[in-house]
């Protein structure tokens, strides 16, 4: 991987055109989500290095903003269980072979039976998600 050299005054000149700040207040948030969004608008292979090191600092600096104003509640991990088999058009029976047991594959969607960290490491694997959705 090489590392493509960012040209200070082109960015320099980006950076004195949208003033990124560590966003504090909503009109600060609004102005920044602008920004980033007029940068995503510029094709992927026409997007210069400066501009793509700006929308990651932008990336960052509204991530930040919106875990701290907007935290996404957590589900329930066999309310997430079931949201999963349902978006993919899957059934308990199919969660058998993963799970070991109908009765266990049962007691879970209940929210009877809390889930192991290794039963947490095979259904993110069955279902392609990250692990801490059953954590």
Do not use: C, N
């Not at 560590?22 to 992927?44: C, D, N, T, V, W």
Request: proline share 6%.
């Amino acid at each position: 991987m090489t590392a493509t050299t960012l040209d200070t005054r082109k960015y320099k000149a980006l950076l004195t055109s949208v003033l990124p700040v560590a966003i504090q207040i909503e009109e600060e948030y609004e102005r920044m989500l602008a920004a980033a969004g007029k940068l995503m608008e510029i094709p992927e292979e026409k997007m210069t290095e400066e501009q793509g090191r700006l929308l990651s600092l932008l990336a960052i600096l509204i991530e930040k903003y919106e875990d701290e104003h907007y935290p996404v509640p957590r589900t329930p991990r066999h309310e997430m269980l079931a949201f999963l088999l349902e978006q993919r058009h899957l059934t308990p029976k199919d969660l058998w072979p993963v799970i070991g047991s109908k009765s266990r594959v049962s007691e879970m969607l209940a929210g009877k039976r809390p889930l192991t960290k290794e039963q947490a490491k095979k259904l993110a694997g069955f279902f392609h998600v990250q692990v801490d959705l059953f954590l």
